[in-house]
């Protein structure tokens, strides 16, 4: 374990991605945004467009704690996912709350414990790993989808299993320097044990690796089949303003939207459809237009105010072929 300790700690320092903002940084709260945004995005869409101007709207836990969810939200627009800045929010919310209880003279933090930072939302098993390795050093491992390709290759484990490859995972970890290792893990994983074509000649875990003879089989791919769903959206209009509200449920939390109906009213106008793909399944929205006679709705808004407010990419594009189909005639 020595040696492969320092083999990886080797070719981190010659080629690890050292520039990366949250890695120069040891302040927790940037540490842990950078972990949240980059759960299912990839390192260059959150570097490029939404983690500096985050923090410059939210600069502290406090700054993000005191801002309403409404402004949250539009900032994290079109980086999806969006219970994860619900969570987030709700989050600083708790740390700071708690920490005027305690009447503490230091600024409001997050806890440094693993036990304590999975109580709070949205932090899972590996994103309180993550906070503990790297804003505090904790000799843990981190386990997200690169380094769990590696484990499984490493012990060619074709299904995994969370217990047996975390049991792996603290057995490997370098307890005496947990921030380049991990670091480390995770880039081997993004830049070299890829999941096609890994380049293991280059790897400097090629020498343990008991599966890099057939290294796509670890882990064996689940064949998904993406389902799509058909809904009809509704566009309520009265003085040439459009009815939006604010959603409830789960899916799209607190985003403004257009209203979903089951049947459209015999009087609208069908305007076109739009589609959307998310993960888990593929979005077909047909799209119809109501004048209404009398307000019915409490909260109506102009093209031009709903851009201004948060909303998801789905609704981005009925607004837009909202504009193209009907204010363009």
Not at 127 to 149: C, D, G, I, L, S
Not at 194 to 213: V, Y
Request: glycine letters at 4%.
């Amino acid at each position: 374990m020595n040696t492969i300790h320092q083999n990886i700690q080797i070719w981190y320092k010659k080629h690890g991605r050292h520039d990366l903002p949250w890695r120069t940084s040891n302040d927790p709260y940037h540490i842990w945004l950078s972990e949240v945004m980059l759960q299912q995005t990839q390192v260059a869409t959150v570097l490029d467009r939404y983690y500096f101007p985050f923090l410059r709207q939210f600069p502290t836990l406090e700054a993000l704690a005191s801002a309403p969810l409404d402004a949250v939200l539009k900032q994290w627009e079109g980086l999806g996912y969006y219970n994860r800045a619900k969570n987030l929010h709700k989050a600083a919310q708790m740390i700071v709350e708690a920490h005027k209880q305690k009447q503490l003279d230091a600024a409001p933090s997050l806890p440094c414990q693993i036990d304590a930072l999975m109580k709070l939302p949205g932090i899972g098993k590996n994103t309180a790993h993550a906070v503990a390795a790297f804003a505090y050093n904790k000799p843990v491992p981190v386990m997200e989808a690169n380094v769990r390709r590696i484990l499984c290759r490493l012990h060619r484990i074709e299904t995994p299993n969370d217990k047996v490859l975390w049991k792996i995972a603290y057995n490997m970890v370098d307890k005496s320097h947990p921030f380049e290792y991990n670091q480390a893990m995770m880039d081997i994983g993004a830049t070299l044990c890829t999941p096609k074509a890994p380049a293991c000649h280059r790897c400097p875990l090629a020498d343990a690796c008991e599966g890099k003879e057939e290294p796509e089989r670890y882990p064996l791919k689940k064949k998904k089949t993406i389902p799509t769903r058909e809904q009809h959206i509704m566009l309520y209009r009265y003085n040439g303003e459009l009815a939006m509200k604010q959603r409830t449920g789960k899916f799209l939390h607190g985003l403004w939207g257009f209203e979903a109906i089951d049947i459209p009213l015999c009087a609208a106008e069908y305007i076109g459809e739009v589609s959307h793909a998310y993960t888990h399944f593929k979005l077909r929205c047909k799209v119809f237009l109501y004048d209404e006679p009398a307000p019915a709705q409490n909260d109506y808004f102009s093209p031009a105010q709903i851009c201004r407010l948060a909303i998801s990419k789905v609704d981005e594009k009925i607004l837009k072929l909202y504009r193209n189909s009907v204010l363009s005639d």
